[in-house]
């Protein structure tokens, strides 16, 4: 049974950091492209970092130079540094498998970027 539990959201003020990690188990990071999304009301989901299975990163331009995927063990991070208020977002963790049907998430965890 796959499960994805995220953990580390909370509240911090503008310009603060969290670290945000995704205990994976029943699937293998070499199998899965992991990724951490996000999302607030009335919008899409969308993507904020993965890291592929061939090892390569890709970030959303609107957190480049501010975020840091990483991966360990069973776990996938992510560094969020100098938040903005525009961060705020429920922010989930993927593991897709891709060209099956293979696409699981976590429940989400809250991060909230506000003084």
């Known amino acids: 049974q796959v499960q994805l539990v995220e953990s580390g959201g909370g509240l911090v003020q503008p310009g603060g950091s969290l670290r945000l990690s995704c205990a994976a188990s029943?699937?293998?990071?070499?199998?899965?492209?992991m990724g951490w999304y996000r999302q607030v009301p009335g919008k899409q989901r969308e993507l904020v970092a993965r890291?592929?299975?061939?090892?390569t990163t890709n970030y959303a331009d609107s957190v480049k130079g501010r975020c840091t995927i990483s991966n360990a063990k069973n776990t996938v991070d992510l560094q969020m540094n100098s938040l903005k208020p525009e961060d705020t977002a429920v922010y989930y963790c993927?593991?897709?498998?891709?060209?099956?049907?293979?696409?699981?998430w976590g429940q989400g965890t809250q991060v909230t970027v506000s003084s």
């Open positions: 890291f592929t299975i061939s090892g």
């Open positions: 993927n593991a897709v498998r891709i060209a099956t049907r293979y696409n699981y």
């Open positions: 029943g699937i293998s990071f070499t199998l899965y492209t």
